[in-house]
């Protein structure tokens, strides 16, 4: 029987390292070949360890940003032979990466990547991973169907990763692809677990910091606008159940929980969770925005970075209908915000002063 490789990008990050044993468990026939950069292979590997497949994951040293994905011929023809489907999750996410970086991992080395796909001549699916922040500054409603609108963007991520779906939906007359565009992800619903404590964690870091200088939390602006969260395993659900199923190939879909609350009603469900009070002062935006420039004030606001508040105020609606469509047909679904966030709370609380959670410098 021939083999049936799974290449998957990003491993050991916190998607593919959950990923994982779902895609084995989902096709016992396959293995999986965890492409990983040079200097993560050591991490890679007591992770694989961990979670304890055997032979069925391989860590395999390679780069994205290299032609040929950085293999030696007979290495990559080998792989190409064997391989019936990809999982690109391998992006910097760092808001505030510097374009030549951004544009190396997220663009070039997506390129790469499909041009792999390409020489796959027994290739079921592409699984690549977005995410819903390729919409930039548009505002108001953003369908799945749509892309380019002529939109500008808040940081070299969101650009390159507009940059690099671009690439990704031009090969797919000839790669059966799904693209899934996540929004912001955080810990498992059930557990809280996360991987570190960034994105909305800065505002749980703001409040924890508040709550240890003896001061009541307060809301930084007017926060109206819908911030859409959703849950690891809500993610995780999702592409595997899109992986398994030959119509979701084509589709572009929204990981986003389908009726967002707005992040003054989210920061207002952290409060209490973590402090046990609401916060009954706004300071003005303005004010906030100017003091995240100085240093000194971000360390006293728990070290949050000026890019992440940005999309507190961003009023953009991201349309899920064909998600919820295919989705809901296998029973997945995001769960509401108000479900997860003791779970996420309680998490942090248990590690709020483990270095291991903290968020990248």
């Given at each position: 029987m021939a083999t049936r490789t799974i290449l998957l990008t990003g491993f050991p990050g916190f998607i593919g390292a959950r990923l994982i044993p779902r895609l084995l468990d989902a096709d016992p026939q396959a293995e999986i070949v965890a492409l990983v950069e040079p200097r993560m292979v050591a991490r890679a590997e007591a992770m694989a360890a961990d979670i304890g497949r055997g032979a069925r994951l391989r860590i395999v040293p390679g780069d994205i940003t290299r032609p040929r994905l950085g293999l030696d011929e007979a290495t990559y023809r080998a792989l190409a032979a064997d391989t019936v489907a990809v999982h690109h999750l391998a992006a910097v996410y760092d808001l505030a990466v510097p374009l030549p970086i951004a544009e190396s991992v997220n663009v070039e080395g997506t390129q790469n990547v499909v041009d792999f796909c390409r020489d796959c001549a027994r290739l079921e699916r592409h699984n690549y991973v977005s995410?819903?922040?390729?919409?930039?500054?548009?505002?108001g409603r953003v369908a799945e169907s749509d892309l380019a609108a002529g939109q500008a963007f808040k940081n070299h991520y969101e650009s390159t990763k507009f940059a690099a779906e671009v690439l990704v939906r031009a090969s797919m007359d000839d790669v059966p692809t799904t693209i899934y565009r996540p929004a912001i992800v955080v810990g498992d619903s059930?557990?809280?677990e996360?991987?570190?404590f960034d994105g909305p964690y800065?505002?749980?870091?703001?409040?924890a910091a508040a709550v240890r200088r003896g001061l009541p939390p307060a809301q930084p602006g007017h926060m109206r606008a819908p911030f859409n969260v959703v849950p690891v395993d809500f993610v995780i659900d999702a592409i595997v159940t899109g992986a398994g199923d030959a119509a979701f190939a084509g589709e572009t879909l929204h990981l986003v929980d389908p009726e967002p609350i707005s992040a003054a009603d989210l920061y207002g469900l952290l409060c209490r969770e973590y402090a046990g009070v609401s916060p009954r002062l706004r300071l003005p935006w303005s004010l906030v925005d100017a003091s995240l420039r100085v240093a000194w004030m971000r360390r006293l606001l728990g070290g949050t970075p000026r890019e992440s508040l940005e999309y507190?105020?961003?009023?953009?609606?991201?349309?899920a209908s064909r998600a919820t469509a295919l989705l809901g047909r296998h029973g997945v679904r995001c769960p509401p915000t108000a479900a997860y966030v003791g779970p996420m709370?309680?998490?942090?609380?248990?590690?709020?002063?483990?270095?291991?959670?903290?968020?990248a410098r």
């Open positions: 995410t819903a922040y390729v919409a930039g500054l548009r505002r059930r557990t809280g996360t991987q570190k800065f505002l749980l870091r703001t409040i507190l105020h961003h009023e953009v609606r991201y349309d709370v309680r998490f942090f609380r248990e590690h709020e002063d483990d270095p291991a959670y903290a968020p």
